[in-house]
């Protein structure tokens, strides 16, 4: 078989070799528990907090203000179902869009079951929320609302900074998912006006099962984890410190490198783009500009997706889909719908995702098995040029 | 083969990988249609209808078209050879039972695909018999009446999922 290609970045990173490095010791040499008072205790504490004062720095917080947790999806869970649990006396009603990750879609879908009203924001065919529709949506006893800053699927980049300026206008919590641009665009949560942020370290060359949960000082919130205290009282259990120091490693080299990476993936981006239209009809999801400079998502007609990545993946190439064919629940994928995708068009979307280790050499390869698979498939489709 | 595509039997994959029969068969003698791209996968089914030694009806030819998922393309690569050179009788008789026995165990989700391939091969198969003015067994009519009813059927799921779609926004 010819090249290995990974182009499904979006998904994971592999951990940067710079990163394994710092993380190494921290296994089995400085193993120490952050909350003992010895020796191996307070060295486990000192890279427990220099590792926050280095997230911190990515995103202009205060190291106090950052909560690390497992990783997004506990992030997410903490900050609606937290937030929605300690603010119960203001109001029961939170606001997200309608193409978040299942994480934060689901503790909402859970928190209706709790007695909580849930307002799910329509995007138009580029992903984009509304921000008329989003002040409309604030009523008095609206308690929290949460935008994610780039969209997983499509790469969509949300008004957050303006979804931000309404949020604290109108007095009312603003909650941000970045695990796909943090790293990868600058964020501020003070220009930008955010009360709450969830990252995660997988998505930027750091290990998984690490994130945390940005918490503007002054946020009233419930923990999930009830134990010994750990980070601030608000996630108790024993701290990964291995898995931290390796996500702020992580997290400092992105910082470092964001600007000229964030320019070489675009140019990368662009080839491929390029390249894929070419594709008769074929077409891109996503909006044309604001987009994230890694993330390309394409449908084409007359296919299927599950079996267009599995095709690719025969020549080395990893991809993904929104297809139904793919997904446990024989649904396509909600954020491909939400754009306004027909069911039949979101079954043949592909999705890919570049990142550090993508070279021009890969997405040359990519462009010339690409087509072919996808004629390939055409050939035995009963769709030949239309749907009939 | 990666591990996430492990649910499905290696028969599924290796008939996957190097399809057999799939496409189109030239001036065919009847076509039969199942699924529906609103719910997902789309199968074709085109049968050359010819005579064997003893003067029976067999299948000559057949292929299928498939816009769907790795089990939809299986499972109909698998039944084209399964069927092929055998009688009109034998294929009536065929169930998707016989169809998992050889692909060995399926995510259950997934078994559908191999009702929607029996039944556009059912589907060509009642299109030759009326085509030929013959009388339709009972059984392929069932199998028929429940095809378009079960279209019917997505259809107006669908309409009610839009127009629901339409008030919540």
Redesign the interface.
């Known amino acids: 078989m010819g090249m290995k290609v990974y182009m499904d970045y979006a998904a994971t990173t592999p951990v940067d070799p710079r990163v394994l490095k710092v993380m190494r010791p921290y296994f089995s040499k400085k193993f120490g528990n952050t909350m003992s008072l010895h020796s191996f205790g307070r060295e486990a504490k000192k890279a427990l907090e220099d590792s926050r004062e280095k997230i911190a720095k990515v995103i202009n917080a205060n190291p106090s203000e950052i909560i690390f947790t497992s990783g997004a999806t506990e992030s997410n869970n903490l900050a609606l179902k937290g937030v929605a649990f300690a603010n119960k006396k203001k109001g029961k009603h939170l606001i997200v869009s309608s193409i978040e990750h299942h994480c934060v879609l689901d503790s909402a879908r859970w928190l209706e079951k709790q007695g909580f009203e849930i307002t799910y924001l329509?995007v138009d065919k580029h992903g984009l929320v509304n921000l008329a529709e989003l002040e409309d949506s604030i009523r008095e006893d609206t308690i929290l609302v949460s935008v994610m800053h780039a969209n997983n699927e499509i790469g969509t980049i949300e008004p957050i900074k303006e979804v931000g300026k309404i949020c604290r206008e109108k007095g009312v919590y603003f909650h941000t998912d970045v695990a796909q641009s943090f790293g990868k665009i600058p964020i501020d949560v003070k220009k930008m006006n955010i009360d709450l942020l969830t990252a995660s370290s997988h998505k930027i060359y750091g290990p998984k099962g690490v994130g945390f949960l940005f918490i503007r000082e002054g946020v009233e919130i419930e923990p999930l984890l009830h134990g010994g205290g750990h980070e601030f009282g608000l996630r108790s259990s024993t701290v990964n410190v291995a898995g931290i120091v390796g996500f702020a490693e992580a997290a400092e080299i992105a910082r470092k490198e964001m600007k000229r990476e964030a320019e070489r993936l675009t140019k990368l981006r662009r080839k491929l783009e390029r390249g894929v239209l070419k594709i008769k009809n074929s077409h891109l999801n996503g909006h044309p500009i604001k987009r994230l400079p890694n993330i390309s998502n394409f449908w084409f007609d007359?296919?299927?997706g599950?079996?267009l990545v599995?095709y690719l993946?025969?020549k080395g190439i990893a991809a993904s889909t929104g297809?139904?064919?793919?997904s446990?629940s024989?649904e396509p994928s909600h954020v491909l719908l939400a754009i306004g995708l027909k069911?039949?068009q979101a079954?043949g979307s592909l999705r890919l995702s570049i990142g550090r280790f993508t070279t021009k050499k890969e997405v040359d390869w990519v462009l010339k098995v690409l087509p072919e698979v996808v004629e390939r498939l055409r050939?035995?489709?009963?769709?030949k040029g239309k749907?009939s | 083969m990666?591990k996430e595509?492990l649910p499905y039997s290696k028969e599924i994959i290796r008939h996957?990988?190097h399809?057999k029969g799939?496409?189109r068969i030239k001036n065919p003698s009847a076509i039969g249609?199942a699924g529906n791209?609103?719910?997902?996968?789309?199968?074709?089914c085109y049968i050359k209808v010819g005579k064997n030694k003893r003067g029976e009806e067999i299948i000559k030819d057949v292929r299928?078209?498939?816009?769907?998922?790795?089990?939809?393309?299986g499972i109909s690569s698998l039944l084209t050879r399964m069927v092929k050179g055998k009688t009109i009788e034998e294929i009536l008789e065929l169930t998707k039972d016989d169809i998992l026995k050889k692909t060995g165990p399926l995510p259950p989700?997934k078994v559908h695909c191999s009702i929607l391939a029996l039944d556009a091969l059912h589907e060509a198969i009642y299109n030759y018999l009326v085509k030929k003015k013959r009388k339709i067994p009972e059984k392929l009519r069932k199998v028929h009446e429940r095809v378009v009813n079960t279209l019917k059927e997505i259809e107006k799921r669908h309409e009610e999922f839009l127009k629901l779609e339409e008030k919540l926004?």
Do not use: N, T
């Open positions: 329509k007359f296919i299927e599950e079996a599995m993946d025969q297809s139904a064919c793919s446990e024989l069911p039949h079954q050939k035995i489709s009963p769709f749907w | 990666r595509f996957f990988k399809p799939l496409g249609k791209i609103i719910c997902g996968d789309v199968l074709w299928m078209e498939v816009f769907g998922c790795i089990v939809a393309i989700i926004r």
